[in-house]
């Protein structure tokens, strides 16, 4: 699902995706392959707006519904963190991974894709994020 939001409606716009997500995935008896993800289309000018494709990767091809659309995610080379803890602290983790690609001759995409392994109502100082930026 792809969605235009801002820094103050966020969460409340992950969170309802996720369910409605979740609810064409029972509709049409398909089992979830991963966590949830946000694929940030464009992280380092978040400023501006937020732009995210949100979804779950799943074994089978599903049928879209509403502003729900099937995708596959293209092969790419990335870069990849595992983080645990709150998510306030991932501003620090991008810096890294940025520098990262940079000393070893890569160029960022501009995207990035936190997938989230955490339940509801986990403490801030538990929750485990992948981090994936694709590079070019």
């Avoid at 620090?92 to 991974?97: A, D, G, I």
Wanted: contains cysteine; negative net charge; proline residues 3%.
């Amino acid at each position: 699902m792809e969605i235009r939001t801002t820094v103050k409606e966020i969460a409340m716009d992950i969170g309802r995706s996720f369910m409605e997500i979740e609810t064409l995935f029972k509709e049409q008896n398909a089992v979830m392959a991963d966590v949830p993800f946000v694929e940030y289309l464009n992280f380092e000018s978040m400023s501006e707006g937020i732009h995210m494709i949100i979804g779950f990767k799943s074994a089978k091809v599903l049928c879209g519904k509403g502003n729900i659309i099937a995708i596959t995610i293209p092969g790419r080379k990335i870069v990849s963190c595992l983080h645990k803890g709150n998510y306030t602290e991932l501003a620090s983790l991008y810096r890294e991974m940025q520098e990262w690609i940079a000393a070893k001759g890569y160029k960022s995409s501009g995207a990035s894709i936190e997938y989230y392994y955490s339940k509801p109502g986990t403490s801030e100082e538990e929750l485990v994020t992948k981090v994936e930026m694709p590079v070019l």
